[in-house]
């Protein structure tokens, strides 16, 4: 009985210490690692699918709807309107954010996490060589020792400018105030560059409503134009008419309300990684020690996107192996 009660205990035992070494910590970390799928492209799928397929339960006849007369009226109007509303660079900044809005990936806790390491192998390199050691390191990330063992990190063109652009300035003696002054501004100025976009975008998809009356309209123009054709023929029109109706309210609600969502909810995140960023680079311009300083970066990230304690302890400990 003795016997078997401690092999029970030593399995146990076995068992916990497996669990939270940092080979274990960090293998599971990458097995929930998914890659995210193109959810505005599955989202388009949906509506689009409840919207014809209540339609088609409903008994409505899909001919009537292809309407591309109808289309071009507000489709056209809807980009003449864009064009206008964006000069200048403003247009690549709008074309960018739709291509965001499918292809873009934003941070998840893994990415976070490869950051956290590389903020704290920099600020090791900081504590043992000094602030200038990490001149080599600023010139050109994509040749450091440290950016290249985190391609994650360095993947995010603009969050690397941020972080080196920080160092630089630790390495020409920037106080911590003037630090954060710089990081603000940056931080304000990226905030208004990537909502020029969706503002446009949004405020586009508002005016499709009204685009849509004027495509119905044109379709009642058209209707009294065959006034003397009968029932038959002044009913398929007036349906005509209404579809211009029904696509405005549609690709408002259904398309750019939800696509401008999308991007700003990325633009976000992406702010949550500059802002961990920030939060690191001042704590070790305070002399924070790396760890500490980590922790700092480490409060900055969303709870359900942030590496625990216990996780982020096993990676810098794997990493020193």
Do not use: W
Request: charged share 15%; proline share 5%.
């Amino acid at each position: 009985m003795a016997t078997a009660l401690s092999r029970a205990v030593k399995m146990l035992q076995s068992r916990e210490s497996t669990a939270f070494s940092p080979a274990y910590l960090l293998k599971a970390q990458q097995a929930s690692a998914v890659v995210l799928p193109v959810t505005t492209i599955i989202g388009l799928v949906v509506v689009f699918a409840a919207v014809l397929g209540g339609y088609a339960m409903g008994g409505g006849p899909f001919a009537v709807l292809l309407q591309p007369n109808e289309l071009v009226v507000i489709g056209g109007a809807a980009v003449g309107s864009l064009v206008i509303s964006a000069p200048g660079k403003v247009g690549k900044r709008l074309l960018a954010s739709f291509k965001k809005a499918f292809t873009g990936k934003p941070p998840g806790k893994n990415d976070f996490l490869d950051l956290l390491k590389c903020l704290f192998q920099i600020f090791q390199a900081m504590r043992r060589e000094g602030v200038v050691a990490l001149e080599a390191h600023v010139q050109e990330p994509s040749k450091s020792t440290i950016f290249k063992q985190f391609p994650t990190v360095l993947a995010r063109h603009h969050a690397v400018d941020f972080l080196v652009g920080g160092l630089r300035q630790l390495v020409d003696g920037c106080t911590p105030t003037e630090l954060a002054q710089l990081f603000d501004t940056e931080l304000e100025t990226h905030h208004d560059e990537e909502h020029q976009p969706i503002n446009l975008i949004r405020s586009t998809g508002d005016a499709l409503p009204g685009l849509g009356i004027v495509a119905a309209v044109l379709g009642i123009i058209i209707t009294m134009a065959h006034i003397d054709g009968g029932p038959e023929v002044i009913g398929h029109h007036v349906a005509a008419a209404l579809v211009g109706t029904f696509l405005g309210i549609l690709m408002c609600y259904g398309m750019l309300s939800p696509i401008a969502t999308g991007i700003e909810m990325q633009a976000v995140s992406e702010a949550r990684y500059l802002l961990c960023i920030k939060e690191a680079l001042l704590a070790a311009a305070r002399g924070t020690n790396p760890k500490l300083a980590i922790e700092f970066a480490r409060s900055a990230i969303f709870s359900d996107e942030r590496p625990t304690s216990i996780e982020l302890e096993a990676a810098l400990k794997a990493m020193k192996k």
